[in-house]
T-cell receptor
Framework: NAGVTQTPKFQVLKTGQSMTLQCAQDMNHEYMSWYRQDPGMGLRLIHYSVGAGITDQGEVPNGYNVSRSTTEDFPLRLLSAAPSQTSVYFC??????????FGSGTRLTVV | GEDVEQSLFLSVREGDSSVINCTYTDSSSTYLYWYKQEPGAGLQLLTYIFSNMDMKQDQRLTVLLNKKDKHLSLRIADTQTGDSAIYFCADRYTGTASKLTFGTGTRLQVTL
């Protein structure tokens, strides 16, 4: 009963590098989303998906890409990392939009 | 867009009650949530309330919702040191099952 799995848990990148944060859920949830958490700002929505093949932008999408080729996976791509993207990233999923399951987070540092 | 606001810090003595407040702007919110985050950890759902309810109680937790004033509160009875954490209020706007809007979080400090 894994729930939402995020990998890696920690990552350090150099400015300009690219990487993909992985998110997988095994609950057959239609809805998935990515948030970033910064001190004093709560969680802000980056991108979300209402089903395989459908994605949309959230509040802070710049610098990030997503795709949803399967129901289970919703990877978040940083195209060219910047220090402003240093944050903790959370992936979440829900089936009916009542109970949300969050992953344990990825702590990203861009130097 | 929708906005959710919380005070940043609350300090209470062990054994007292804690009340964490939240205001939101969207009158179309359907569900409102309280999450707890301990240092270095993810988000733990504490409780949630449907927008047509005024109150929900779950053991030491009581949620009050005033829809007219768009005000949500979380009361923790008999606060313990293990309750020290950041508490986030979040709302789900009608028709956006993928999207939660979070407050900035309230850091609860429990002193002996």
């Amino acid at each position: 009963n894994a729930g939402v799995t995020q990998t890696p848990k920690f990552q350090v990148l150099k400015t300009g590098q690219s990487m993909t944060l992985q998110c997988a859920q095994d609950m057959n949830h239609e809805y998935m989303s990515w948030y970033r958490q910064d001190p004093g700002m709560g969680l802000r929505l980056i991108h979300y998906s209402v089903g395989a093949g459908i994605t949309d932008q959230g509040e802070v999408p710049n610098g990030y890409n997503v795709s949803r080729s399967t129901t289970e996976d919703f990877p978040l791509r940083l195209l060219s990392a910047a220090p402003s993207q240093t944050s903790v990233y959370f992936c979440a999923s829900t089936n009916e939009g009542v109970l949300y399951t969050f992953g344990s987070g990825t702590r990203l540092t861009v130097v | 867009g929708e906005d959710v606001e919380q005070s940043l810090f609350l300090s209470v003595r062990e054994g007292d009650s804690s009340v964490i407040n939240c205001t939101y702007t969207d009158s179309s919110s359907t569900y409102l949530y309280w999450y707890k985050q301990e240092p270095g950890a993810g988000l733990q759902l504490l409780t949630y309330i449907f927008s047509n309810m005024d109150m929900k109680q779950d053991q030491r937790l009581t949620v009050l919702l005033n829809k007219k004033d768009k005000h949500l509160s979380l009361r923790i009875a008999d606060t313990q040191t293990g309750d020290s954490a950041i508490y986030f209020c979040a709302d789900r706007y009608t028709g956006t099952a993928s999207k939660l809007t979070f407050g900035t979080g309230t850091r609860l400090q429990v002193t002996l």
